[in-house]
């Protein structure tokens, strides 16, 4: 394989809206009241017809950010692209994951970077301050990054991009490295110890585990596919918490017809949330750049009331609710996509 490239993503993953992933879950942004969750915590239903809407927003955002994740690693694999550093600093787990893993991989065989034994350890200073500690195990004695291989890495306030420092570890395992000119792929297992991503003076930590897979087809058509699935991950930032149990995310990106399809599930759980359970039953697609037109989210909490959201179309949606847990959707409002985002 090459040296990482990039490529222009449906959608991009900034510091703030990693944020969302746990502000959405935990009420920021819902109203004066404080509380997305009525009920979670009582005797009364956890979704009800006062939260419903925010319930498949805050759900739906959560999702989408697992998409957006994934989506926005496309630009490393694909080799069509332009090298281009971005002045954006975009801590998404996926991407940060899958450049540390490739930035090796293009290291020249045999060079400084590896030798005839087996475990290697680098101490190396970041681009723009701070360092880190990257310890590999070539499995193989193959004097470069093969299937089989694994490592960690640990930052010490590492800068690698402009406004966006790392500190923590992550370990790196199952790692899986393919290609040929016509397709390539790369996949590991990584597992986050306390990795927190500092933007602004606003901090995403990460703890848990995340299973990549991604794939770019270059001929006969330009497409990118992408599966990212873990046991447990967990994201805070200050007294906000959020995690994601038995998740999972599969992402089509396809460049030569400008479109984009997602399907996402698993449970969330959260400060001041019950634990919801989200599926797309219908797999979210439409145009790169503009919201799905077609899709099904459903987000379940354990008493078995439930939200469902329904893609009208690129500009509208419609949100179900089942109040009693019954498993029949009794009521329901549609709104513009626009009007969903800002609950």
Known sequence: MKPVRRVH?????????????VLAACGGGSGSDGGLWNGGGGDGPAITSENAAQVA???????DLLYATAGNTAGILDLKSPDARSAQARPALAELALRR????????AGGSRFSAKAVHVFDEPCHYG????????????????????SGSVTFSNCEEEPGLLLNGSMAITNIVIAGTAAQQSVGATF??????MIVDEGTVTAHGDMSIQATVTQSPQLAYDMTVHGKSLGMSSGDLQTGLASYNATVNVNYTHNTYAYAVGGTVSGTGMPTITMATPTPFAGEIGAFPSTGVLTAMAADGTAARL????DTTVTVELDANGDAVFESSEQMTWEELADL
């Open 101 to 108: 893993l490739l930035a090796l991989e293009a290291a020249p």
């Open 130 to 149: 701070g360092s880190f500690v990257e310890t590999w195990n070539d499995a193989d004695n193959s004097g470069e990054l093969s299937t089989g291989d």
């Open 191 to 196: 597992a986050f110890n306390n990795l927190a």
């Open 9 to 21: 993503g449906a959608l991009q993953l900034t510091a703030s809206s990693a944020m969302v992933l």
């Open 310 to 313: 329904t893609v009208n179309s």
């Open 57 to 63: 927003s805050a759900t739906y955002r959560i999702g």
